[in-house]
T-cell receptor, first 111, second 113 residues
Framework: DAGVIQSPRHEVTEMGQEVTLRCKPISGHDYLFWYRQTMMRGLELLIYFNNNVPIDDSGMPEDRFSAKMPNASFSTLKIQPSEPRDSAVYFC?????????FGQGTRLTVV | AQSVTQPDIHITVSEGASLELRCNYSYGATPYLFWYVQSPGQGLQLLLKYFSGDTLVQGIKGFEAEFKRSQSSFNLRKPSVHWSDAAEYFCAVGNNAGNMLTFGGGTRLMVKP
């Protein structure tokens, strides 16, 4: 397996634009997580899914953030509208039996 | 609520020296504990995990960690550090299924020749 695949690796966008981050989990994994990493706040769990169903989205900072998992092999994290304070590295991870594997992340810069 | 504290933000060790990175956790039940390593520009790679059983767990790259319930600690150790170990290390605690990880703030390890 190629591991967790995230796209794009880098995204630069203007404030107010919609941003969509994509994630392909490892086949067979039953959990999927979205994390955000910043210097100030470290690694924060935004939302996670179990068998494609959102379980806990209490980490999503605002209604501007939304995440979907339409099937077992794909998830998106959308920010609309984006703001400069959303600039961070966003990681997707998938896990099976408590062992999580992370993607390489998407570095988002909102200018 | 679960939480993790890594008291050391930066650590510098000489190549070949031993290493111990500290991790303290707070969790109401038996914790699931993890150490991850992150190289610059990369995602996180699992080094080792503790779910139950032997409190001394072995991981990849020569790392080990010891779970001490009385101290609420899960410190990471390596007997001899290599220059390639320079990275950021994260300790994490998971819920009863080992999911929903809460990470510590990380410790950045620098290795000097």
């Amino acid at each position: 397996d190629a591991g967790v695949i995230q796209s794009p690796r880098h995204e630069v966008t203007e404030m107010g634009q919609e941003v969509t981050l994509r994630c392909k989990p490892i086949s067979g994994h039953d959990y999927l997580f979205w994390y955000r990493q910043t210097m100030m706040r470290g690694l924060e769990l935004l939302i996670y899914f179990n068998n494609n169903v959102p379980i806990d989205d209490s980490g999503m900072p605002e209604d501007r953030f939304s995440a979907k998992m339409p099937n077992a092999s794909f998830s998106t994290l959308k920010i609309q509208p984006s703001e400069p304070r959303d600039s961070a590295v966003y990681f997707c991870a998938s896990s099976l039996r408590g062992r999580a594997f992370f993607g390489q992340g998407t570095r988002l810069t909102v200018v | 609520a679960q939480s993790v504290t890594q008291p050391d933000i930066h650590i510098t060790v000489s190549e070949g020296a031993s290493l111990e990175l500290r991790c303290n956790y707070s969790y109401g039940a038996t914790p699931y504990l993890f150490w991850y390593v992150q190289s610059p520009g990369q995602g996180l790679q699992l080094l080792l995990k503790y779910f139950s059983g032997d409190t001394l767990v072995q991981g990849i790259k020569g790392f080990e960690a010891e779970f001490k319930r009385s101290q609420s600690s899960f410190n990471l150790r390596k007997p001899s550090v290599h220059w390639s170990d320079a990275a950021e290390y994260f300790c994490a605690v998971g819920n009863n299924a080992g999911n929903m990880l809460t990470f510590g703030g990380g410790t950045r390890l620098m290795v000097k020749p």
